[in-house]
């Protein structure tokens, strides 16, 4: 018998910027606050997200918007996406699409995965595994200690969607 994963509902809390490394994090927040998920992310898809998020409208579509246009087009319908597990500081995702009646999960990096879930309405879902990982280490207390001073510096107001 297949294990069944939990998973829990998110949103995009906000982008921020890794004072040590000026790497982009999203972070992936639940609705009732209770936990935040930083997941450091590439600088193309850290502008893909931010541009969703603001509602900024470009003259061309960026390669998120040609995904979502071909997927529109085709009449495929993304139902969900999920953060499915993290491994060695590597975040892994799905994208879980239906099309003709059957239904496809599609490898993804998170970053492109919640592009793509901002433009066309779709949930995000991380594994509640996952979000024990992500959480700081007791035994790395200067990190723990700059990630809180990191997520606090975030201003929630800014990106509610």
Not at 94 to 105: S, V
């Amino acid at each position: 018998m297949k294990e069944e994963k939990k998973f829990r509902e998110m949103i995009v809390g906000g982008l921020t910027v890794d004072p040590y490394t000026n790497t982009p994090i999203v972070l992936l927040k639940d609705p009732q606050g209770e936990d935040v998920v930083p997941i450091w992310i590439g600088f193309f898809e850290a502008s893909a997200i931010a541009t969703q998020l603001e509602k900024v409208k470009l003259a061309r579509p960026m390669t998120h918007d040609l995904m979502k246009n071909i997927l529109e087009t085709l009449g495929v319908q993304v139902l969900r996406i999920e953060v499915t597990d993290l491994r060695e500081n590597t975040y892994y995702a799905l994208i879980h699409i239906e099309f003709d009646g059957h239904h496809y999960e599609i490898d993804s990096r998170p970053s492109d995965a919640i592009a793509l879930a901002l433009r066309v309405g779709a949930p995000i879902f991380v594994n509640e595994e996952v979000i024990e990982k992500s959480k700081r280490s007791e035994s790395q207390p200067e990190e723990e200690k700059a990630l809180d001073e990191l997520l606090e510096q975030v201003d929630e107001e800014s990106y509610k969607m």
